[in-house]
């Protein structure tokens, strides 16, 4: 089994400064993923990308303590309520590494609360 993570901004990143660059990353991660789910998958290997949406990390709390700056520029963009926890996406990654996922292989997982902005 193997895994792959990319973080979901889409549209909100695709402004000057880089966006571009991050996109265009992670539609290659996408190409990747699938190509090696094509691969492998003679040899009973499965792969799959799980595509994140705002997990507050503790990077983000080092530089906004109290989540009020992420809060408001994230405002409207996921469908779901709160801000995801790194314990919202570890049930993803178990559920993709059991017997229970043994014939998904070459897809994109979005576990981001419904993003609407990308």
Not at 64 to 69: E, F, H, T, V, W
Not at 76 to 97: H, N
Request: contains cysteine; glycine residues 12%.
């Amino acid at each position: 089994m193997l895994f792959r993570m990319a973080f979901g901004c889409g549209a909100t990143c695709a402004r000057p400064g880089g966006g571009a660059r991050l996109l265009t990353s992670k539609a290659a991660l996408v190409g990747f993923t699938r190509s090696l789910a094509r691969e492998a998958g003679p040899k009973n290997i499965r792969a799959n990308l799980v595509m994140l949406g705002a997990v507050r990390t503790e990077a983000e709390a080092e530089f906004d303590p109290d989540g009020s700056a992420t809060r408001e520029r994230l405002a409207g963009c996921q469908s779901l309520p709160g801000r995801l926890a790194p314990d919202d996406v570890t049930g993803t990654f178990a559920f993709l590494a059991s017997d229970d996922s043994a014939h998904i292989t070459g897809q994109v997982l979005n576990v981001d609360g419904g993003w609407v902005n990308y």
